[in-house]
Structures are given as C-alpha cells and as structure tokens.
C-alpha cells in the first residue's frame, strides 16, 4: 500500500515562500509525483508533475516561474518550492503519485497540507 504524507504547509504573507515536502512510503517504482491544489468551492487543480526517472517536469500556468517541484528519488519523497506567493494561491495543497507516466490520472494522494496567503 503506497502512502503519501503532505507537511510543510503554513501561512505567509503574499510575496513570500514556502516550500512543501511528500514522504512516500509502501512503493518503489513510483513513476509520476504531482502536486495539487484546492481552494474551497473549487476543482481540484494541477499545479506540476515530475518523473522520476528522467527528471522531467511540467507546470501549470497559474505557477509557471513561480513554483519548483524537485524528487529527491533516494529518500522517496518529492518537494514544491513556492515562491512570490499570491493569495489566490490559498488552498490545501496534495501531493499525488502513480506508477505510470500521466499527467491527470494518480492512484495515490496525501491527505493535504493547507497554504494559506494573505496579509
């Protein structure tokens, strides 16, 4: 059984930064690590994904040049480094895997971590 545990999330002021952390645990051959987000009211979002063999990554409009996902493969865990912060950027952020290359479709999700910006 995979599981995925979210920890990172706060509340920042807009312009700041805060950075996400995913512990995976129960897999090895994870492909895919993606972060989501959703606000209240709302869909669930896509922000980015990365896999994890050959490191490449996708973004979001909403947080392209903004947001970095990293993976750190070693430690089974995958990271969001967020910067210059928006309000509109509030939400409970989730971090989800899967076992084959996608963008939309995760077996797995984390139980959320809740971001939230504003002054």
């Known amino acids: 059984q995979v599981q995925l545990v979210e920890s990172g999330g706060d509340r920042v002021q807009p312009g700041g930064s805060l950075k996400l952390s995913c512990a995976s645990s129960?897999?090895?051959?994870?492909?895919?690590s993606a972060w989501f987000r959703q606000a209240p009211g709302k869909e669930r979002e896509g922000l980015a994904c990365i896999n994890t063999k050959d490191g490449s990554t996708y973004y979001a409009d909403s947080v392209k040049g903004r947001f970095l996902i990293s993976r750190d493969n070693a430690k089974n865990a995958v990271s969001l480094q967020m910067n210059s912060l928006k309000p509109e950027d509030t939400a409970v952020y989730y971090c989800?895997?899967?076992?084959?290359?996608?963008?939309?479709?995760?077996?797995?999700w984390g139980q959320g971590t809740q971001v939230t910006v504003s002054s």
């Open positions: 989800a895997a899967n076992h084959i290359a996608t963008r939309d479709q995760y077996d797995y």
């Open positions: 129960g897999s090895l051959d994870l492909l895919t």
